[in-house]
């Protein structure tokens, strides 16, 4: 997506655009789950079941989508992933590196049929002050996947576009579609990364069972 400041007309047409590559996305994602045999769980806090979502509309994702974790509040967090309260409170938006790599690996060892876990924690905004904004759109997202005895795991921070020009003059519906389309984006950009694990071009880091490390 466009990361230059967007009027609500541009920002429109963007969205348009961003939820056929998001589609193309998903089918391509979804082919080569079921091509491999793998089998896929998500823990989705901002973009709000949105992956699953688009990968469920291919035919035959049974097969691959083990189903998602969708953890919008902390509190989700802790009862469903068993985050730890100190990683939340370490980092009060629940936006961090840490975080989601305990979704990412809570969520394949709660599912014991799937092979391989993709989680995302961010902000979405449009937050009330000037200054909180600078955080709007940042995103951690990691991969964590089966191997052998132990698992592979991969983190990125990801900044999420688009952007609106003079936000605070901005109607409802466009900061709605502001938040639309930073989730496409962050969808968008989670399984362009699956993908590229599951064909061994995302460079990973091996992991000991039952270990954050």
């Not at 089998?39 to 973009?47: F, K, M, Q, R, Y």
């Amino acid at each position: 997506m466009n990361e230059a400041p967007l009027t609500p007309e541009e920002l429109q047409s963007t969205i348009q655009e961003g939820e056929q590559v998001l589609a193309k996305e998903a089918a391509l994602t979804a082919k080569l789950l079921i091509k491999n045999r793998e089998s896929l769980v998500l823990a989705e806090s901002c973009t709000g079941g949105l992956i699953a979502a688009s990968l469920a509309r291919t035919p035959g994702i049974s097969q691959a989508l083990a189903g998602s974790f969708v953890v919008y509040q902390p509190e989700s967090k802790v009862a469903w992933l068993n985050i730890p309260k100190s990683a939340l409170k370490r980092a009060p938006d629940s936006v961090s590196d840490e975080i989601a790599g305990s979704m990412a690996l809570s969520a394949l060892e709660q599912t014991p049929h799937a092979t391989i876990s993709a989680a995302i924690t961010g902000r979405l905004g449009p937050s009330k002050s000037k200054e909180d904004r600078a955080k709007d759109g940042h995103a951690w997202i990691a991969l964590v996947r089966r191997a052998g005895k132990g698992t592979l795991g991969h983190l990125q921070e990801v900044q999420l576009a688009p952007h609106l020009t003079q936000l605070d003059k901005m109607p409802q519906t466009a900061v709605e579609n502001l938040r639309r389309g930073r989730q496409i984006a962050a969808a968008i950009h989670i399984l362009r990364m699956v993908r590229s694990m599951l064909t061994g071009t995302r460079r990973t880091t091996r992991k000991k069972k039952g270990t954050g490390k």
